[in-house]
């Protein structure tokens, strides 16, 4: 048995939604593991905090913080 995703299979893992293959736009590869995204800002959000993501972490938590360092930076 391996760990890839049956085709159709692929779930977003910053906002959790459903991408097909053919819809997955970007897609990355963490611990050999390969994480299909919806749009380029979810990529971007996983670059900023992909060993959170990839553990499984509440994506909305992994969120809130890089919105908040972002603020804070910005400040």
């Known amino acids: 048995m391996t760990n890839e995703k049956s085709e159709g299979a692929n779930v ?3 906002c ?3 991408v097909s293959e053919e819809e ?3 897609h990355r590869y963490h611990e050999g593991r390969r994480f299909a995204f919806c749009c380029a ?3 971007e959000m996983f ?3 992909p060993d959170r993501f990839a553990r499984g ?3 909305q938590t992994i969120v809130q913080d890089l919105l908040d360092q972002i603020r804070w930076k910005d400040s």
Do not use: H, L, Q
Request: charged letters at 20%; proline letters at 6%; one cysteine or more.
């Open 47 to 49: 670059n900023r905090a």
């Open 12 to 14: 977003c893992v910053v």
């Open 57 to 59: 972490e509440r994506p």
């Open 41 to 43: 800002t979810c990529a």
């Open 24 to 26: 997955a736009t970007m």
């Open 16 to 18: 959790g939604k459903a």
